[in-house]
């Protein structure tokens, strides 16, 4: 027979046994609170009971401060302790670490809990965040058909931006089926390419309503998805962990609507900027075409000589004249053509629009090409003229040997129009004086 244990061996021996098993080590136990104490050290002494048995239980103080809710004799919780001897009086004991009323309190915690799992795993970094398109042309809604969710979305998605088309994926928003049909729909979006972006959400609720959206499998297809996704679920106080990992977290179904668009009026604005501008560079390159007629009209080579240059002056001055009502014209309807098609921005798409847009620019470009043709072909004529005209002026005839004579200011064609004054005998390069002495026989000798 073995010798006997003293009862401090017995229950170190327990004490142990209890501590070696890891089971025990991190255990939940639901119950009721009764005897409940909060020392002046901050520890928490209390009975956990149900209808059958009780423990004693005990909270230190280091944990007793993560304590959310107001615990009370009758108060149902959740506990995650270890279990263990108090040595002095032989009885087991629960050592609490978290502690959380029932229902409400529990569901809390397993969102906390989740939390910090799915935040340690990097999904909530904004480096992996999706950039929302500029200009969609298809948006998603993943809601219940019933909600007053889908109705805030689309009213101000038809107000805001009409020219995007809306696809939308009917879901249970809470309930046991809700979280699988909220997996199924994110994933059916991608696959088949549905939409540019998606929003997802519901209206308002309580935590155990707004449960679907704290679900892994419901994070995990949001994490995954190849399309930019926006939650909207509850109002702006509700928080779950799919708007931690969503690309972007709307406080409401609607100002998801409105992140998710841009507003119509100011892009009709930007267009009448685009056209404004184009008018006004338009109408100064035609201006400053003009000058340059101008300029060229009276540079001092075309006013040598001056009968002729007057002639060729009023031709293209009558050119300039015809330029001049022609870019009147083509800008008043460029113009008219800019009014039109601002009338019917709003009756095509946003990608139409940009599109015609740069049709006419296009169209604009190349008139402006064939009118600098023009204004060049015009240019290239006006100096084959000074050409022609300076091969026959007066000075290179006289560079070719020639002379001519001029007595009184008067040119002299003949040698009867002489008198017997002095005349001018003008050469290239100066002018001698000469005077007329008729001989015998007739004929005049000049001296």
Same mark, same amino acid.
């Given at each position: ?76 919780? /959740? ?153 909207? /679920? ?214």
């Amino acid at each position: 027979m073995t010798n006997p244990l003293q009862v401090s061996e017995l229950v170190h021996y327990v004490k142990r046994e209890l501590e070696n098993d890891s089971l025990l080590q991190q255990v939940q136990v639901v119950g009721e609170v009764s005897n409940f104490k909060r020392h002046s050290s901050g520890h928490l002494y209390f009975t956990l009971k149900d209808e059958q048995s009780r423990m004693k239980a005990v909270m230190f103080s280091r944990d007793a401060g993560r304590v959310k809710t107001d615990i009370r004799d009758g108060a149902r919780v /959740v506990i995650t302790a270890r279990l263990s001897v108090y040595v002095a009086s032989g009885e087991m004991q629960l050592y609490v670490e978290r502690m959380v009323e029932d229902g409400v309190g529990a569901l809390y915690e397993a969102y906390v809990q989740l939390k910090e799992a799915v935040e340690e795993k990097g999904w909530f970094d904004a480096e992996r965040k999706q950039a929302l398109p500029t200009f969609p042309r298809k948006i998603g809604i993943v809601t219940s058909p019933k909600g007053a969710a889908l109705h805030d979305i689309a009213t101000t998605l038809r107000r805001r931006y009409p020219q995007a088309a809306i696809v939308f994926a009917p879901v249970l928003v809470q309930g046991k089926e809700a979280a699988p049909q909220i997996v199924r729909a994110i994933e059916a979006m991608n696959e088949h390419q549905a939409c540019d972006v998606m929003i997802i959400g519901r209206g308002g609720g309580s935590i155990e309503e707004l449960w679907a959206f704290n679900e892994m499998p419901v994070v995990t297809a949001i994490y995954q998805s190849r399309i930019p996704i926006v939650s909207a /679920v509850g109002h702006e106080t509700d928080f779950t962990i799919a708007d931690f990992v969503a690309d972007v977290r709307a406080a409401t179904p609607t100002a998801a609507a409105e992140l998710v668009t841009p507003e119509a009026a100011e892009l009709e604005k930007r267009v009448h900027e685009l056209n404004r501008r184009l008018t006004r560079n338009y109408a100064q390159y035609i201006r400053e075409q003009k000058e340059q007629v101008h300029r060229l009209a009276t540079s001092y080579g075309l006013k040598s000589p001056r009968v002729l240059l007057g002639l060729k002056q009023e031709r293209l001055d009558r050119a300039e004249m015809q330029l001049s009502r022609v870019s009147k014209q083509n800008l008043q309807t460029k113009r008219q053509a800019v009014t039109e098609g601002t009338k019917r921005l709003l009756r095509i798409t946003m990608h139409e629009r940009l599109a015609e847009q740069t049709r006419q620019v296009l169209r604009t470009r190349k008139q402006l090409e064939r009118i600098h043709s023009v204004v060049h072909s015009k240019q290239e004529r006006l100096h084959q003229m000074i050409a022609r005209l300076d091969s026959v002026s007066p000075t290179q005839v006289l560079l070719r040997g020639y002379t001519y004579v001029e007595q009184d200011g008067q040119l002299v064609r003949s040698v009867a129009e002489l008198s017997d004054q002095t005349f001018r005998i003008q050469f290239h390069d100066g002018s001698i004086l000469a005077k007329r002495e008729d001989e015998e026989d007739g004929n005049g000798t000049i001296l």
